[in-house]
């Protein structure tokens, strides 16, 4: 775990698992920074200072490459107006921490 991963943590009480759900989102394309705001209270550049600390650096440059290069959906003002969900439809819905069966 980086230093800026460790301030993180310890700014805003980050347990490990949730550091894993926020890695998680970043990487998921559908996923914009405004849900991971929304969800755990973090800008963008401290998602850019939490991926940079937590991956190699190969893979953080290819994740920054993305997510600068055209994935429209990681910004809901570059996103297209008719998705109005966090979550794709395709998504298994979760309830009581068990994911249900299609």
Known sequence: MGKGSL?????HNFTTRQLDRIIEM???DRTPFEAIKFQF????K???ILMRSNLKTSSFKRWR???NSGVSTKHLKKRNPAI?????????AIS???ISKR
């Open 7 to 11: 301030v993180l943590m310890q700014e």
């Open 26 to 28: 970043a990487w998921e």
């Open 41 to 44: 209270g973090i800008l963008e």
């Open 46 to 48: 401290e998602v850019i």
């Open 65 to 67: 490459k993305r997510v």
């Open 84 to 92: 109005s969900r966090f979550k794709c439809t395709r998504q298994r």
């Open 96 to 98: 009581g921490n068990k």
